[in-house]
Structures are given as structure tokens and as C-alpha cells.
């Protein structure tokens, strides 16, 4: 069946150090591929998506390319915040009436100033 | 506009006990969905509404499980009785028709069984 596969973390990173969380997914035909973010606190919200293979997702200076050739989605960020601080989730959805998302584990991250 | 509402945020029952969560969607929004997060695992599809109808609920885990949307509006999760593996965080979410993965979610109900 679908599954989406995170890195492990927890992952620690020092204000402006460069983040990559990688992501990879199995699943049959074209899925659409998401990253949510879960801030201390608060509920999930969308961070970025693509819908196609090649797309680009990108929002408050995250980005992460759809690859079909590698079936992955991995997040990246130049130079990261303290504010970054959250658990993020890949996670995708078939294509069809079936809106359901399959997630992966999450990825806590904290950033220190 | 407002977002999706979830409540109680927090919940301590005993097992045996019975608990009800509640989502509120955002207005106008006609499908609905429950996700479940136990703690070390993914988050869980447990069922989708369109409307007040069930789209799929086979994520459902068992027949303790009731979900309800009367009129389209607010749902409803009951857990009846409750047991020690139903601990975890209860998300909902919704969106307007053809948002392939793209739903509102709420801050979600954290539900512990002791």
C-alpha cells in the first residue's frame, strides 16, 4: 500500500544553518505530495505542496521538488529561524475521489539561537 | 473567516469511560475528516464526510468508534468505552470540494485513557 517514509529526528540545528529533511513515498499512479508544519502549541497547517511531477513547492523560504525518478520530497531551508522550531510531516494524498493523506512519522526540529 | 474548531483540546477519562469529541469545520466546507496521531506513530486517517454522508471510514478502528454528522454541519467522535491504546491526538479537518490534501485542520484533541 501507500506509505511516506521521514528521516528520523529529532533534528538540532544552529540559527541560519541550512535544513533538509528528506522524504520519500511509495504509492501507485500520481499522488500529490505535502509538507505540514505543527508548531508548538497549535494544530497542523499546510506548509507547501506539488501536485505533479517537477513541481515546486515553496512558502516562508521552505522549498521541496517533487521527483518522481526518486519518488522523494524533500524539505529544504537556507537558513533557518528559531521560530522554524516545529514538527514537520510529509505526507500524501492519491489522485481520484480518495482525498485521504497517508503521513509519514514527523520530524522535530529546533533551531537554537 | 474562522478555522476549524476542536473540542475539549484536552481529555482524561478512564478506560471504560465514554468521551465525545467535537469538530466544528469551517462554514460551507462539505467534507470533513477525522485523523488520529498515537504518540510514536503517523498520523491515521480514520473516516471522511462529505456533507452528513460517511465518504469512507475505513480507517475506523474498531466498532467503539462512532462518528457523526448531523446536518452537514459539526461532527462528532465518540469513543464507547474507551481504552488505554485510544490515547492520542484527534485532528480534524475540512475543505471545500476539490482540495486534493489541501484541508484546514484543527489544533486537534488531545485524549488520554488511564
Known amino acids: 500500500g501507500d506509505s511516506v517514509t521521514q528521516m528520523e529526528g529529532p533534528v538540532t540545528l544552529s540559527e541560519e544553518a541550512f535544513l533538509t529533511i528528506n522524504c520519500t513515498y511509495t504509492?501507485?499512479?500520481?499522488?500529490?505530495l505535502f509538507w505540514y508544519v505543527q508548531y508548538p502549541g497549535e494544530g497542523l497547517q499546510l506548509l507547501l505542496k506539488?501536485?505533479?511531477a517537477d513541481d515546486k513547492g515553496s512558502n516562508k523560504g521552505f522549498e521541496a521538488t517533487y521527483r518522481k525518478e526518486t519518488t522523494s520530497f524533500h524539505l529544504e531551508k537556507g537558513s533557518v529561524q528559531v521560530s522554524d522550531s516545529a514538527v514537520y510531516f510529509c505526507?500524501?494524498?492519491?489522485?481520484?475521489?480518495?482525498?485521504?493523506?497517508?503521513w509519514g512519522l514527523g520530524t522535530s526540529l529546533a533551531v537554537n539561537p | 473567516e474562522a478555522g476549524v474548531t476542536q473540542f475539549p483540546s484536552h481529555s482524561v477519562i478512564e478506560k471504560g469511560q465514554t468521551v465525545t469529541l467535537r469538530c466544528d469545520p469551517i462554514?460551507?466546507?462539505?467534507?470533513l475528516y477525522w485523523y488520529r496521531r498515537v504518540m510514536g506513530k503517523e498520523i491515521k486517517f480514520l473516516l471522511h464526510?462529505?456533507?452528513?454522508?460517511?465518504?469512507?471510514e475505513s480507517g475506523m478502528p474498531n466498532n467503539r468508534f462512532l462518528a457523526e454528522r448531523t446536518g452537514g454541519t459539526y461532527s462528532t467522535l465518540k469513543v464507547q468505552p474507551a481504552e488505554l491504546e485510544d490515547s492520542g491526538v484527534y485532528f480534524c479537518?475540512?475543505?471545500?470540494?476539490?482540495?486534493?490534501?489541501?484541508?484546514?485542520f484543527g489544533s486537534g484533541t488531545r485524549l488520554t485513557v488511564v
Open positions: 479537518a475540512s475543505s471545500q470540494e476539490n482540495t486534493r490534501g489541501g484541508y484546514t
Open positions: 462554514s460551507g466546507h462539505d467534507n
Open positions: 464526510f462529505v456533507k452528513e454522508s460517511k465518504q469512507d
Open positions: 504509492a501507485t499512479g500520481y499522488p500529490s
Open positions: 506539488a501536485t505533479k
Open positions: 505526507a500524501l494524498s492519491r489522485a481520484g475521489n480518495n482525498r485521504k493523506l497517508i
